[in-house]
């Protein structure tokens, strides 16, 4: 069991559905951009793009089978579930080893929290979480990154630990560029 005394993070299941899927529609309803990516909901193993049981194969398949994991890598991902009312407050994914692609762009840890429950710490114990489960995995580092503009995330992972490593230009589809910030922590 991953948790501590407010938040347990929990592998998604089928009898989750209805609190998955109403995660789902408040993120979609917030509208929301973070640098170039639109309506993403991080860490959740793009939820956004599937319904409920597509996303649950393809959650199951990226947990257990590096071959046909989109990321290259096995890849957990959990929500993390309010103990005191059950809710899901966000979610969390490892990547459990960099390929040369999470590398330079992704890392070995996404992550989000609803709109609704910002700004309460939820998403520095989600990380810390997180990072006992790295810690569990036998790593010794993770890379996180997020774009440049994104102050929130990086102050994040600065409270759990993290170090500056580089600043790094990804060109995207349109023509135009995204810059992340890349950070290490420590385990
Ligand atoms: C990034 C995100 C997960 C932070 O979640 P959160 O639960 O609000 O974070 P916390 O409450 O744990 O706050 C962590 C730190 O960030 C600060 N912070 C949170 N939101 C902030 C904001 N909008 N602007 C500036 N600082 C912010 C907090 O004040 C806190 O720092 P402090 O303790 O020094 O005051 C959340 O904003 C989110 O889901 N964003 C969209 C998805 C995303 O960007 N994921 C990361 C992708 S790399």
Same mark, same amino acid.
């Given at each position: 069991m991953i948790e501590n005394n407010e938040l347990i993070l929990l592998r998604p299941s @089928?009898? #989750?559905? =209805?609190? *998955? /899927? $109403? !995660? @789902?529609? &408040?993120? /979609?309803q917030y509208n929301e951009k973070i640098g170039k990516v639109k309506n993403n909901i991080n860490g959740s193993c793009s939820l956004h793009n599937f319904n409920?049981? $597509?996303?649950? &194969? +393809?959650? =199951? *398949?990226c947990a257990s089978d590096e071959n046909l994991s989109p990321y290259g890598t096995i890849a957990s991902t959990f929500v993390a579930v309010r103990k005191s009312d059950n809710k899901i407050i966000g979610t969390i994914q490892v990547r459990h080893t960099l390929t040369e692609e999470l590398r330079d762009d992704g890392g070995n840890i996404? !992550?989000?929290?609803?709109? &609704?429950?910002? @700004?309460?710490? !939820? %998403?520095? @114990?989600m990380l =810390? #979480?997180? #990072?006992?489960?790295? +810690?569990?995995?036998? #790593? !010794?580092k993770v890379l996180i990154d997020? &774009?440049?503009? =994104? *102050? %929130?995330?990086?102050?994040t992972m600065i409270k759990c630990g %993290?170090?500056?490593d580089r600043e790094l230009n990804i060109p995207q589809s349109d023509g135009g560029v995204e810059t992340l910030h890349q950070y290490w922590i420590y385990l």
């Open positions: @089928k009898d #989750l559905e =209805n609190q *998955i /899927m $109403e !995660y @789902k529609r &408040d993120f /979609m409920f049981d $597509e996303w649950l &194969d +393809r959650v =199951n *398949i996404g !992550y989000a929290v609803r709109p &609704d429950e910002r @700004k309460k710490g !939820y %998403a520095t @114990k =810390n #979480l997180a #990072l006992e489960f790295c +810690r569990s995995l036998g #790593l !010794y997020c &774009d440049k503009t =994104n *102050i %929130a995330s990086a102050k %993290a170090i500056f």
